[in-house]
T-cell receptor, first 110, second 115 residues
């Protein structure tokens, strides 16, 4: 059974820092991996989608990498801003569904 | 519309009652998913529709839960004899591509509270 783990569970940093959020999964037979952002009381906003054949994807200050063989993905956030404060969720595509981790709650203070 | 919409945004009901939650996917998206998110957890898969048919309903917790998508667009999640443990945020997502080939776009969710 596929299990997805995210560490750390929470992170608080000053504005301007570069951050790394970690996601690990137990079964390397994944279709893709998607990173989402969730603001309190809101739905999920897709940030990056990495297909299983890809190693990384970039969008603005965000870069996500995927290492299927080791069952890991990282989300790198450059030059963090207070507006980046949210919960970040990793989800692996397995079968015909997404399987989510429990998220990393990020707070960036001025 | 521009995105996935869900109604109602909040629903409070009493134990034992019947509820319906509605999802309007992005126009033209053939794939539709329902997930459930409990407090402090990531979303958990409930059911996946491709067109009008349920391609995978393995995540539905029991036979009190049922979902339909009669015309291949709007979907309704139906919960009978609600229990306090059903309280959660119910999220809907749609995709333009069958299965997992495409990106999933999520709605804002319906927060269900069972008293």
């Amino acid at each position: 059974k596929q299990e997805v783990t995210q560490i750390p569970a929470a992170l608080s940093v000053p504005e301007g820092e570069n951050l790394v959020l970690n996601c690990s999964f137990t079964d390397s037979a994944i279709y893709n991996l998607q990173w989402f952002r969730q603001d309190p009381g809101k739905g999920l906003t897709s940030l990056l989608l990495i297909q299983s054949s890809q190693r990384e994807q970039t969008s603005g200050r965000l870069n996500a990498s995927l290492d299927k063989s080791s069952g890991r993905s990282t989300l790198y956030i450059a030059a963090s801003q207070p507006g980046d404060s949210a919960t970040y969720l990793c989800a692996v595509g397995s079968g015909d569904k997404l399987i989510f981790g429990t998220g990393t709650r990020l707070q960036v203070f001025p | 519309g521009a995105g996935v919409s869900q109604t109602p945004s909040n629903k409070v009901t009493e134990k034992g009652k019947y509820v319906e939650l509605r999802c309007d996917p992005i126009s033209g998206h053939t794939a539709l998913y329902w997930y459930r998110q409990s407090l402090g957890q990531g979303p958990e898969f409930l059911i996946y529709f491709q067109g009008t048919g349920a391609a995978d309903d393995s995540g539905l917790p029991n036979d009190r839960f049922f979902a339909v998508r009669p015309e291949g667009s709007v979907s309704t999640l139906k919960i009978q004899r609600t229990e306090r443990g059903d309280s959660a945020v119910y999220l809907c997502a749609s995709s333009s591509t069958p299965g997992l080939a495409g990106e999933q776009f999520f709605g804002p969710g319906t927060r269900l509270t069972v008293l």
